[in-house]
């Protein structure tokens, strides 16, 4: 889930009044977009710890302000710091399974493992757990527990090793038109949905199977496959998880929320990518560059690898929201806003499988808690006044399926995308962007969600939003978006849009350190992308004191992952440098001649050759004074590379910037490192 999501999911505030109306790393100065959880919205383990509860956090942490995930600090906004007494997992929306960036409690800390001795992020974070629990049994074995485990899966990058992606190979090769469909035929008879739900139709701008050239259709089904393999797996890791509660003999009486989805199923892979942040920088890239750079990769195979960070089509997005016509990034309909949940609790729950109707949000979830357990909302947590909570209580769904509906009024916003749910009835209106479309979206300099056609559906009567109502029903739809406008004044959500404001409109105003030249002694490990220097794109000089050994090799230094960064290395004594725009294409400048042995000052000098934020850049490397090379970077990224990579001096430890020494990684520098300055230059 993304940080919306859960910061919702855990405090039982709506996210735009919490600051959260965007991820993270789009944080802006309107109080719905700042970014950070006030401390007047306690999170339910703070609250838990205090009535006794151990409490504990796994995997991805999308809540701490991008500019304080430094292995400095401050820590106010971490995990630990926020009601959680350990955390073990990445600060950011995504991690690469293989070589994720980790944090235990406050400190960084690397995979225990390599990818080539089997490592991979969603095991570790179930080892780790396990790990946990045995200790709080054998210290604390009468003393409740409150768990949060959170995947990668199923975020982008799909990542997952060959035999489970290859369990699934051929499933998907009549494309997501016909998977949609024998979804929703399973749906209905396993009583999912009701009888009467009626199958929605594809957007107009989102291809059909049949529109995908023949020679491009065994990529887009391995990607799917893949996608498969990763889900799977990530289910049989919290089975693992699940198992080892029941063995422990906690099993019977703890209650398990198993949630599923990634706020919908992600249509950001686009047209299918090897690479997903080139979608979030908004760089349009074709599915025949895609396919001819995964070749050089070693082709399908390299899918699912550490090599890419891929993720699906987004036809493949639609599908898996079946049968609505949502996905991720639009709360306007069923399918970016509606995610399965499953909940266990042997001692007070019969087991059921009944499904229930009744409208429930992430905001229910921490009053549920607190209703179950008796706790009354503290009105102050660490002597500061709480908010009040938005959401409402589900305990008696439970156990009674016709149990009354206690969620009557919810609103859903982001990026300008947004809806009201009332008491059986939903109002939305689509938004500037569609999810699924590359590049910047036409108009959105011009958008104004004035200009916004509203729809209407009876949610009671139109499971999935098939019949738009809003010309039949005026009077109705006048009241739902008069609805909207009071509960979106409530919740600090104006002005809509407003997470459109740093991408794709001001990139330049992405939340970033104050510094302007920094100056760093030695090697330096997991400087998180976004505290580091802004390497690539904006104009800036880089200077290295080093003593270079005869035939020196190893990276100097490395910003970003496999999937796109840049780095400056020595391969047998020539200086090498590289500009990996999300592994589709590849500025390689190379020196003529090997580096003399000896201490040298080495310069690497960036300068955009236009205004435009994904223009063009032009690249210098000196030694000593004397330019060795230069080379233009055609396109550049206007944003982060990666969510998870960082900085490093004198070592690659995250995925492999360059293609060129992956099989050398983490590709040590042979030679010795004096310093490394960075200063911006415009």
Not at 4 to 19: D, K, M, V, Y
Not at 634 to 660: K, M, R, Y
Request: hydrophobic share 35%; net charge negative; charged share 20%.
């Amino acid at each position: 889930m993304c940080s919306p999501t859960r910061a919702s999911l855990l405090t039982g505030r709506n996210h735009h009044r919490i600051g959260n109306g965007q991820i993270a790393e789009l944080a802006n100065d309107w109080d719905g977009y700042a970014g950070e959880i006030p401390k007047s919205s306690a999170l339910a383990p703070e609250v838990l710890k205090d009535y006794g509860y151990a409490t504990s956090a796994f995997g991805k942490w999308h809540n701490t302000p991008t500019i304080e995930t430094g292995v400095t600090g401050p820590f106010h906004n971490w995990p630990t710091n926020i009601g959680f007494e350990y955390f073990y997992g990445f600060l950011a929306g995504e991690a690469s399974q293989y070589e994720p960036n980790l944090v235990r409690n406050t400190t960084s800390v690397l995979p225990p493992r390599t990818p080539e001795e089997g490592y991979h992020l969603s095991e570790d974070l179930a080892d780790d757990a396990i790990d946990w629990l045995r200790n709080h049994q054998a210290y604390n074995p009468d003393k409740p527990f409150f768990m949060y485990w959170a995947t990668g899966s199923m975020h982008g990058p799909h990542h997952i090793m060959k035999e489970w992606a290859d369990k699934y190979a051929g499933r998907f090769d009549g494309g997501w038109d016909e998977y949609r469909e024998l979804v929703f035929q399973r749906a209905k008879e396993k009583g999912w949905i009701p009888g009467t739900a009626e199958l929605t139709e594809r957007d107009a701008r989102m291809p059909a199977w049949e529109d995908i050239p023949e020679d491009e259709r065994a990529f887009q089904a391995r990607l799917m496959e893949v996608a498969a393999g990763f889900a799977e797996h990530a289910d049989v890791q919290a089975g693992r998880l699940i198992d080892e509660i029941d063995r422990m003999g906690y099993g019977d009486n703890t209650l398990i929320l198993y949630i599923w989805g990634d706020n919908g199923s992600s249509g950001e892979g686009q047209n299918g990518t090897i690479s997903e942040l080139i979608a979030q920088n908004g760089i349009p890239s074709t599915v025949p560059q895609q396919i001819e750079a995964l070749n050089e990769l070693g082709g399908l195979d390299a899918l699912g690898t550490p090599k890419v960070d891929n993720i699906y089509h987004a036809g493949w997005a639609w599908a898996g929201s079946t049968p609505y016509k949502g996905m991720k990034l639009l709360a306007s309909h069923l399918g970016g806003t509606r995610n399965p949940m499953a909940v266990r609790w042997p001692a007070k729950i019969e087991p059921d499988t009944t499904p229930r109707p009744q409208f429930v949000h992430c905001t229910d979830l921490v009053p549920t808690i607190y209703d179950l357990l008796g706790i009354t909302p503290p009105r102050t947590v660490n002597g500061i006044p709480q908010d009040p909570i938005d959401g409402s209580s589900f305990a008696e769904m439970l156990t009674d399926p016709e149990a009354e509906e206690t969620h009557k009024t919810q609103y859903f916003e982001i990026m300008g995308s947004r809806a009201i749910y009332h008491d059986g009835w939903m109002a939305s209106a689509f938004g500037p962007r569609a999810p699924w479309l590359p590049g910047v979206p036409e108009g959105i300099a011009e958008w104004t969600p004035d200009q916004d056609t509203w729809e209407l559906y009876h949610l009671a009567e139109d499971w999935t939003q098939a019949h738009d109502l809003a010309d039949s029903h005026p009077e109705k739809l006048a009241q739902m978006k008069e609805l909207f406008t009071i509960e979106a004044a409530k919740n600090s959500v104006f002005p809509v849009g407003g997470a459109l404001w740093v991408l794709p409109l001001h990139p330049e105003d992405m939340i970033a350190t104050p510094y302007r030249s920094w100056n760093f002694t030695g090697n330096l490990r997991r400087m998180p992308e976004p505290v580091a220097p802004r390497l690539g794109g904006r104009a800036n000089k880089v200077t290295i004191t080093a003593t270079i050994p005869e035939g020196a090799s190893g990276v100097l230094y490395a910003f970003g992952g496999a999937g796109g960064g840049l780095t400056c290395y020595l391969d047998d004594g020539y200086l090498c440098y590289e500009y990996n725009l999300f592994i589709v294409h590849r500025t390689k400048i190379r020196s003529a001649d090997r580096l003399a042995a000896g201490e040298a000052e080495i310069v690497v000098e960036t300068q955009p050759t236009s205004t435009d934020p994904r223009g063009p850049l032009t690249i210098s490397v000196s030694v000593d004074g004397e330019e060795l090379a230069i080379g233009t970077v055609p396109i550049s990224s206007p944003g982060l590379f990666t969510a998870n990579d960082c900085l490093d001096i004198g070592e690659c430890l995250g995925g492999a910037v360059s293609a060129d020494y992956a099989d050398r990684a983490p590709f040590p520098f042979t030679g010795h490192i004096e310093s490394v300055n960075v200063t911006y230059t415009s």
